[in-house]
């Protein structure tokens, strides 16, 4: 994320003895101390979260609760900064959301919960300052809390259900992107049915004074171990999703970054509320022609990791770059994204990567790598 | 044997030198992933980058620690990279060196200095 602090300078989150017990190596991360890895290592770490659970801590993450005089004067609000849908998002449910900036670029993104009252806003700890300060200049009327008393916490993978359900029965009920309340260990958590790694799971928002226990009582259960960023990082990558500062940044609009999904329809042209939201005109351009540029998935052949600033090449000229690669456990090969001209961007296409001096096979593939496990 | 302070090994057997890294320098690098390992017959000079190695976290460089001509390579690891966190020292050598001069190995650290050196 580019904001990696001198490690004298990083700021320690509520778990950090936890993750200390837990043999955790702690690097610099967004101005945080934060877990890399744990014993088991990365590659293990990744395997074990797609085989049964895993447990991140993610409380570095900005959590930022918005009030407005009602919900629909609050949803027409946050519209103004995002191209999501936010009216229509109901009670209880979550969904994927941008904010952007005029030129049509990404400032963030993030998700959003509608809460009954008020919306619950998660969005990255690089960007978690700008984005608040920028809510609070452009939310006239809107209330814009940062949440700083609680941790957030991930539990991932196909033993997620059952490992939490043990705490809190009622969980299993819940549906992907569902959100909603549950007591664990006596204290009051904010739970969504979302994560970052293609697998099903939960997103758990804990009081920092029951996070500890709430986490010794999850690495109690066997199927559950302790997560590092390093595996994070190549599950998301696994599962297509993006990471902000490097897929997609000022520069990239949503439409190049292949998520218009997160555009519902009543935003875009012929829509109830088409635009409206910053930088419109060039992203509704795009959706309706197609834009210059599209972030891809991309297959290395052969063993070698092609990774971030890698460029990549086509009938000898250079036409794109990547923004994230690394070796996929799962995959078992190499796999990246980045970014091709959309010409180039068709799953199959051949291209190459300038690797060490050498131009090497890379082909264009779908994304997700691997097919998501969500439960819907 | 003897140590680098490039966390390499170096291995007498015969007229050749057998290279490969230590535990420590494994351990560091984390979960290996690919390896490219040099051209049998190549002549390198001491500090020549002759093999790539990239783990889950990052790619790294390892350097010819003396002058000499690559006389043989462990293939194995080209298909099961991960061979080098499994054994380091004994099955994930890299390369047989045929030195240039010999006493270039003398400048490097003793098993027991480099214990010390990684503390």
């Known amino acids: ?376 | 044997m003897k140590f680098t302070e490039e966390h390499e090994w170096l291995r007498p057997e015969d007229e050749l030198v057998v290279v490969g890294i230590t535990e420590h320098a494994a351990e560091q690098l984390g979960d290996i992933v690919f390896i490219e390992l040099p051209e049998v017959g190549t002549q390198v000079n001491k500090d020549d980058e002759v093999v790539v190695i990239e783990s889950v976290k990052a790619a790294s460089d390892i350097l010819a620690p003396i002058d000499g001509e690559i006389i043989e390579v462990n293939e194995a690891l080209v298909e099961d990279p991960g061979k080098v966190n499994e054994d380091p020292t004994g099955d994930a050598w890299f390369f047989k060196i045929k030195p240039a001069e010999p006493e270039q190995m003398d400048e490097y650290m003793s098993e027991a200095a480099y214990m010390k050196y990684v503390g």
């Open chain 1, 1 to 376: 994320m580019g904001q990696d602090a001198p490690a004298d300078e990083m700021i320690d989150l509520p778990l950090a003895g936890l993750h200390a017990e837990l043999g955790g190596k702690m690097v610099p991360f967004a101005g945080y101390a934060m877990p890399v890895q744990y014993a088991a290592g990365v590659m293990k770490e990744h395997q074990h979260t797609r085989a049964a659970a895993g447990l991140f801590d993610v409380s570095h993450m900005g959590q930022v609760i918005l009030r407005g005089a009602d919900a629909e004067t609050l949803a027409l609000a946050f519209e103004s900064l995002t191209p999501a849908a936010v009216l229509g998002l109901k009670e209880g449910r979550q969904r994927y959301g941008l904010l952007t900036n005029d030129a049509g670029g990404i400032l963030d993104d993030l998700m959003f919960a509608n809460r009954g009252d008020h919306l619950f806003v998660v969005v990255n700890a690089a960007c978690k300052a700008t984005d608040i300060a920028h809510m609070r200049a452009n939310l006239p009327g809107i209330e814009v809390e940062e949440i700083t008393d609680r941790c957030l916490l991930a539990l991932q993978g196909p033993g997620a259900e059952a490992a939490l359900a043990r705490l809190a029965p009622e969980v299993a009920e819940m549906r992907f992107m569902d959100v909603g309340y549950v007591t664990l260990e006596g204290a009051e958590c904010w739970i969504s049915r979302s994560g970052y790694t293609g697998e099903d799971g939960f997103e758990i928002s804990i009081p920092n004074e029951a996070a500890e226990s709430v986490a010794r009582a999850l690495l109690a259960d066997d199927s559950v171990l302790p997560i590092g960023l390093g595996a994070r990082d190549s599950l998301r990558l696994e599962a297509g999703l993006c990471l902000y500062g490097h897929d997609i940044d000022e520069t990239t609009s949503p439409v190049e970054a292949a998520l218009q999904w997160s555009i519902q329809k009543a935003r875009r042209a012929g829509g109830d509320r088409a635009g409206g939201f910053p930088g419109a005109e060039r992203i509704l351009a795009e959706l309706d022609r197609g834009p210059a540029r599209l972030r891809v998935g991309l297959r290395p052949e052969g063993r070698a990791p092609m990774r971030e600033g890698v460029t990549l090449h086509h009938e000898g000229a250079e036409v794109g770059r990547i923004t994230s690669g690394a070796f996929g456990p799962s995959v078992a090969g190499p796999v990246a994204m980045g970014y091709l001209p959309a010409a180039l961007a068709t799953p199959g296409t051949a291209v190459e990567g300038a690797l060490r001096g050498k131009m090497l096979p890379v082909s264009v593939a779908s994304l997700p790598f691997l097919p998501a496990n969500f439960k819907r």
